[in-house]
């Protein structure tokens, strides 16, 4: 229980905040795991520690996201993969490039909030080029209202809440 000793320590909010960075970029550390015990310790900063999570988680998905769009062109040109291939069937139309983009955000949207890792999310969001700003709309209002239906719960139901969240 590592993760939560950090909670208790005069460092834990910026221990919080380099996690959910991390956590939206590369390493699979779920922030909620010190923001469980932060939120107990100190309740009437839930809304502060729950802001500056999301803040941080969406730097790290930026993060993230840049380093799929990295990836994603160098896999494209070794794979000689193809994006603007037009696609006219069942009623879809569009290239391949264009579909994932103006599809994939709802997915990125739906798994901000639940609970998958995050760097999926933003890492698969540059691999198939989501466009940016669609992938910051679903990111903020994913990742707020993951962090903040967190930390609402452990604020309102207390040291009960531990056993709904499974942190």
């Given amino acids: 229980m590592r993760v939560e000793a950090a909670a208790s320590t005069p460092h834990a909010l910026a221990t919080m905040m380099a996690v959910s960075v991390v956590d939206g970029s590369v390493f699979p550390i779920p922030p909620f795991a010190i923001l469980v015990p932060m939120v107990l310790a100190q309740p009437k900063k839930w809304v502060r520690y729950c802001l500056l999570g999301t803040l941080a988680s969406l730097v790290g998905g930026l993060i993230g996201y840049g380093l799929g769009a990295f990836v994603g062109e160098g896999i494209t040109q070794l794979l000689h993969i193809d994006l603007d291939v037009r696609v006219d069937r069942f009623g879809v139309s569009g290239t391949?490039?264009?579909?994932?983009?103006?599809?994939?955000?709802v997915l990125a949207l739906l798994c901000s909030i639940l609970p998958t890792p995050f760097k999926i999310v933003a890492i698969g969001s540059g691999l198939v080029s989501v466009p940016l700003e669609r992938f910051l709309l679903a990111s903020v209002i994913g990742?707020?209202?993951?962090?903040?239906?967190?930390?609402?719960v452990v604020r309102f139901f207390g040291p009960t809440a531990r056993k709904w969240l499974r942190v």
Avoid at 96 to 105: H, Q, S
């Fill in 96 to 105: 391949v490039g264009e579909l994932l983009g103006r599809n994939f955000w």
């Fill in 143 to 152: 990742r707020s209202v993951r962090f903040f239906l967190v930390g609402s």
